[in-house]
């Protein structure tokens, strides 16, 4: 313990490295029932019941529905130039593979939640929304796991930019660094910070596991996003990515992890949304329909990167997360997205905009329903801010003002970012 709190080199962090340590040692298969009777989540308290019977609510809207045909989603969503300004994050879509994507029927699908579910309706992503739910839980949010989490996130800053009406990166975003940090604008001219860290396995940083020479793994520290200061990320959604390795040693790996983070940080909220596996022949599919259900593939590719595997390693880890860390939110991006054939840029990932863009809609209404339950309904169009965490009601004002009061904190905002991602480059050293 004492020699992987000296390679992390961070001193302040070193008690909650070796409770995760200890925590390996009585790890065999799985790990001791010790259920809070209290859960903490957004900045709202749920007792363990109450909170579990949420869980339910929000896997019922993910898991059971089907994909329903709307020409008028796209259009209405992304105006056809919005991925022609430079500074969008647009993936590969630009290189030829999904150029065509406003030509086809990629975009034009909505996730129909159903009848059976108590929510079954999937409200739109809300900026304004959002920044009420953050500002509830009082941090920014962390994306960390595998090459889908940073889809995820990019695909999160879409939403905002195109609410905004403007890909104004240059003033409030550094993808371009790793880990990438954006500070998108929220409630009266106040940030919400996104930070995402590349990390296929989820494992704490130790001494030479930063860097593996010929490995297939990418694992980034992410540790360093809870350390000290005031900005640390209070909402982490988090995945391992679709490579596989036995069972035994991911849930090893993934108890270690969640046992660090819930002791730096008790109130935390975190978000699993588990491994993503992809589709054959993606070009041939590209424009193909949704299918209505999901038929495991017995292909080459498929048997090469072990889907059948990992889907079925997901039910152990989703069965283990419900014993060892019920607080954990279950987010099934699974069960829609295996349906999704179509939108492919290869096997594996999605173009932007495309099929992911159902995630950041399934995180936002699970987010949603738990304010809601918690005593705090948001608000889900511009004009008065009803939250009560917020304290006294006030205004918010309407778009145009709220980008003035954002356009005249801009330079300060990226003054302070460069500030921070310089530090950290120099505190992290040399780049993967």
């Known amino acids: 313990n004492a020699t992987l709190c000296?390679?992390?080199?961070?001193?302040?962090?070193?008690?909650?490295?070796?409770?995760?340590?200890?925590?390996?040692t009585s790890y065999v298969g799985g790990a001791e029932d010790s259920k809070p009777s209290e859960v903490h989540f957004l900045g709202m308290s749920f007792g363990l019941s109450e909170w579990l019977a949420l869980k339910e609510r929000i896997t019922c809207q993910a898991s059971n529905?089907?994909?329903?045909?709307?020409?008028?989603?796209?259009?209405?969503a992304y105006p056809r130039n919005f991925y022609a300004q430079a500074p969008c994050e647009k993936s590969t879509w630009e290189n030829g593979v999904c150029a065509p994507l406003f030509e086809g029927n990629v975009l034009d699908y909505n996730w129909e939640v159903s009848g059976k579910c108590p929510d079954q309706e999937l409200l739109p992503f809300s900026r304004l929304a959002f920044c009420e739910m953050m500002e509830?839980?009082?941090g920014g949010i962390a994306f960390i796991g595998d090459s889908m989490t940073s889809l995820f996130a990019k695909t999160m800053l879409n939403s905002f930019w195109r609410e905004l009406g403007t890909c104004d990166r240059d003033l409030t975003c550094m993808v371009d660094a790793e880990p990438f940090l954006c500070g998108l604008p929220c409630l009266l001219g106040r940030n919400l910070e996104i930070q995402t860290v590349r990390s296929?396995?989820?494992?704490?940083?130790?001494?030479?596991?930063?860097?593996?020479?010929?490995?297939?793994?990418?694992d980034n520290d992410f540790v360093q996003l809870f350390v000290g200061g005031s900005r640390r990320p209070s909402l982490v959604v988090m995945n391992r990515g679709a490579k596989y390795e036995p069972t035994e040693k991911v849930l090893h790996d993934?108890?270690?992890?969640?046992?660090?983070?819930?002791?730096q940080n008790p109130k935390v909220s975190v978000v699993w949304w588990g491994a993503v596996t992809g589709h054959e022949s993606p070009h041939d599919n590209f424009f193909k329909p949704p299918g209505e259900e999901f038929v495991p593939s017995s292909s080459r590719i498929s048997q090469a990167y072990h889907w059948e595997e990992i889907l079925e390693q997901s039910t152990d880890v989703n069965n283990y997360l419900r014993s060892a860390f019920p607080q954990v939110l279950y987010l099934d991006v699974q069960t829609s997205?295996?349906?999704?054939?179509?939108?492919?840029?290869?096997?594996?990932?999605?173009?932007?905009p495309g099929p992911v863009d159902n995630w950041v809609l399934l995180l936002f209404n699970a987010l949603k329903i738990i304010a809601t339950e918690g005593g705090h309904p948001v608000l889900l169009q511009s004009g008065i801010n009803k939250t009560a965490a917020l304290?006294?009601?006030?205004?918010?004002?309407?778009?145009?003002?709220?980008?003035?009061?954002?356009?005249?904190?801009?330079?300060?905002?990226?003054?302070?970012?460069?500030?921070?991602?310089?530090?950290?480059?120099?505190?992290?050293?040399?780049?993967?």
Request: some cysteine; proline content about 3%; aromatic content about 6%.
């Open 6 to 24: 000296v390679a992390l080199g961070y001193e302040c962090v070193c008690s909650c490295v070796e409770a995760a340590s200890d925590s390996l």
């Open 391 to 432: 304290g006294e009601r006030r205004p918010v004002g309407d778009l145009g003002d709220e980008l003035s009061q954002d356009k005249n904190a801009h330079e300060t905002r990226r003054s302070r970012l460069h500030s921070r991602v310089a530090k950290a480059r120099r505190n992290r050293g040399p780049p993967l």
């Open 254 to 263: 993934l108890n270690s992890t969640l046992t660090f983070l819930f002791c």
């Open 200 to 218: 296929d396995r989820l494992l704490l940083r130790s001494a030479g596991s930063s860097r593996l020479r010929g490995n297939k793994f990418r």
């Open 136 to 138: 509830l839980s009082g």
């Open 65 to 76: 529905g089907r994909w329903t045909r709307d020409p008028t989603l796209a259009r209405n």
């Open 337 to 352: 997205t295996a349906l999704r054939r179509d939108g492919h840029s290869d096997y594996l990932h999605y173009c932007m």
